[in-house]
């Protein structure tokens, strides 16, 4: 087992919480973009980090699109 790994995923969680937390506390529209652009960046991550796993960049390339569409769109 990778012990880097699973750290970096709970310092993943606790600044992905953190983040949710903080842009509960903006003005809209700011919270929405803040947390859309979190929800982009997540995707990217996915995608790059996924290394030809092809689930996981589907899974990636969804997260990209709905972040956009709620940074932008959703309201």
């Not at 996981?56 to 769109?73: D, M, N, S, T």
């Amino acid at each position: 087992m990778n012990l880097s790994r699973q750290a970096l995923g709970m310092i993943g969680l606790i600044v992905g919480f953190g983040l949710y937390g903080l842009a509960g506390r903006l003005h809209s529209p700011w919270n929405e973009v803040l947390i859309g652009s979190v929800f982009a960046a997540l995707g990217v991550t996915a995608f790059v980090y996924a290394r030809g796993e092809r689930w996981i960049q589907a899974l990636g390339a969804l997260l990209f699109v709905y972040g956009l569409v709620r940074a932008f769109l959703l309201r």
